[in-house]
């Protein structure tokens, strides 16, 4: 599992983020088909990634900025989603999907209203949280102790 389908299956499994969404979160963009529907969703995407060098040459921690969009018709539930994910992953140290160790720290935040619908009045509100998540990778580590 890549890190960022463990962030999804830890976000959907929180019972405040699932009462919201559901499970309509999605990599990068949402189906056109949730989007025309209206229904309020999560997008995400890894904006960076960077890699720390250990002694034996191999980065054995990764850390990426990962930034997530809490999607809604309506400017209130955005901001709901958006405290529900935050109050979900913001601080969060621990083992997460096979990681053994993931530490997650909110970076920055921000709101804005964005029209996806072309040929609508119809507006989509956007709140986008970027996430520093700083993780071992368990197939770098299996590949570097020679397992």
């Known amino acids: 599992m890549t890190i ?11 019972a405040a983020v699932s009462a919201l969404i559901d499970n ?9 088909a949730i989007v025309s529907s209206g229904q309020d969703h999560i997008t995400f ?3 960076s990634s960077t890699g720390r060098p ?3 040459g191999v980065a054995k921690l990764t850390t990426d ?3 997530i969009d809490c999607m809604s018709r309506s400017g209130t539930r955005a901001l ?28 920055d935040s921000g709101d804005m209203p964005v029209d996806i619908t072309p040929g609508t009045e119809t507006a989509w509100n956007r709140t986008s949280m970027d996430f520093m998540v700083s993780y ?11 397992a």
Not at 24 to 32: D, G, K, S
Not at 86 to 98: C, N, V, Y
């Open 4 to 14: 960022g389908g463990a962030l999804r299956t830890k976000l959907i499994s929180t």
């Open 24 to 32: 309509r979160m999605f990599h990068m963009q949402a189906p056109q």
């Open 45 to 47: 995407q890894i904006i």
């Open 54 to 56: 250990a002694l034996t």
């Open 65 to 67: 900025r990962i930034q």
């Open 80 to 107: 709901q989603i958006r405290d529900a994910v935050r109050g979900a992953i913001d601080g969060f140290d621990g083992p997460l999907s096979g990681f053994v160790r993931v530490v997650i720290q909110r970076e």
């Open 136 to 146: 071992n990778d368990p197939a770098v580590l299996l590949t570097s102790t020679g």
